[in-house]
């Protein structure tokens, strides 16, 4: 079966994305599909790569990045969601003079097009946070 | 279906939400919106944010004729726990190309229980 998720609360304060992790990994242990991964609102949040969390702690990006390159998992961040919110990829910060990007490996910045696509496209479409 | 669950300006959630609506109308979709709840407050006429400096986004809701947006739910149990009446809500309209371009509301009542059946009819739901 094909799924799609999106993610709407940040890492960390919410359980939402850990959440959305562990159900992405026993997706996937089952043998189904992940079409796409969506990060809206807050959610955008867990696609900077500065998050650095005590060693002690769970690394919720970082978990996202493995799962992404070892699934090769479409992992979606809304533009205009991240750039409220001060998530940048390389192009986006060149174009808007920012010193420095902050995305994490694996993910990509792109359009709410994609949100749309993946309800279309997935037999199962699932939000994670409100 | 768009499901609205909260008040306009508190929480960005209505003003993303509405972001998504506008996007997703360019896929050949069947689209339609419910406002429940607090929801009901992001149809509310006469909106105005200058006391506390966030951006008006209540008048793009304006838009949605234009982007055939025209079946919007409201939960008349929700307006009614709120004081509210159609009256209140700003006056959505479009023209019906099957009907000879007549205006009507794109804004239609409904109540609990028949909205129960409807997100029982939808393929996804997106709540904001």
Known sequence: ?130 | MYVNRRAPHGTIYGHEGLEVVLVGAAFDQEVSMAFVGDGVFQLKQAQDTSGIGTKNFAGAYRALADYDVTRLYVETESLEERGLTVGDLMPLTYEDEEDNDQEKSSITLIDRASLGQLFEAQDVILNF
């Open chain 1, 1 to 130: 079966m094909k799924f799609a998720l999106m993610i709407n609360q940040g890492p960390y304060t919410h359980q939402a994305s850990d959440t959305a992790y562990h159900f992405a990994c026993a997706v996937l242990k089952a043998g189904h599909e992940v079409f796409r991964i969506f990060f809206y609102h807050d959610g955008v949040n867990n696609a900077t790569r500065m998050t650095t969390p005590p060693q002690d702690d769970r690394h919720v990006i970082d978990r996202w990045s493995e799962l992404a390159s070892q699934h090769k998992l479409d992992l979606v961040v809304c533009v205009a969601a991240a750039q409220r919110r001060g998530i940048l990829d390389e192009d986006e910060a060149r174009r808007h003079g920012k010193d420095g990007d902050n995305l994490a490996p694996g993910f990509r910045i792109s359009g709410l097009g994609q949100l749309i696509e993946a309800g279309i496209e997935a037999d199962r479409f699932l939000v994670f946070g409100n």
